[in-house]
C-alpha cells in the first residue's frame, strides 16, 4: 500500500520558516519525481516545486523560487519542502505527490499528471 505523510505544518508569521516532510513507502520510488503542491481555499491546486529521486536539480513554481528548497533524503525515503520568508499568499493545505516512472527525465506541474497523493499539511501564515 502506497503512503505518502506530510508533517511539518503549522501557524508562523509572515516572514519566518517551516519545513514540511513527506515520508514515501508502499513502493520503491527511486525511479518517480516527487512533487509539492498547495491548494487555498476556493482555488486550485497549484505546482509548488517537485524533484527527482534519482537527483538533478528540482524545478520551482516562480512564486516561491528563491524562498523554497525541495530535498530528498533517499536513505529515509522522505522529501522535505524548507519554506523560508513565508507570506500571508502561501497558506494553504500542502500536498505532496509521486509521479511515476519519469525519473528525472522531465516534470510535470499539472497535479491530474500526479498518481500518489497524501493527505496534506496546513500551513498558516499570519501577517
Keep these: 500500500q502506497v503512503q505518502l505523510v506530510e508533517s511539518g505544518g503549522g ?3 509572515a516572514g519566518d520558516s517551516l519545513r514540511l516532510s513527506c515520508a514515501a513507502s508502499g ?35 516562480d512564486s516561491v ?3 523554497f528548497t525541495i530535498s530528498r533524503d533517499n536513505a529515509k525515503n522522505t522529501v522535505y519542502l524548507q519554506m523560508n520568508s513565508l507570506k500571508p499568499e502561501d497558506a ?10 519519469l525519473g ?3 516534470f510535470n506541474t499539472d497535479p491530474r499528471e500526479y498518481d500518489y ?10 501577517s
Excluded at 497523493?117 to 499570519?126: P, Y
Design 65 to 67: 523560487k528563491g524562498r
Design 11 to 13: 501557524l508562523v508569521q
Design 27 to 61: 513502493r520503491t520510488f527511486s525511479s518517480d519525481n516527487m512533487g509539492w503542491f498547495r491548494q487555498a481555499p476556493g482555488k486550485e491546486r497549484e505546482f509548488v516545486a517537485v524533484i527527482a529521486w534519482s537527483g538533478g536539480k528540482p524545478y520551482y513554481a
Design 92 to 101: 494553504a493545505v500542502y500536498y505532496c505527490a509521486a509521479d511515476r516512472d
Design 117 to 126: 497523493w497524501g493527505q496534506g499539511t496546513q500551513v498558516t501564515v499570519s
Design 104 to 106: 528525472g527525465r522531465y
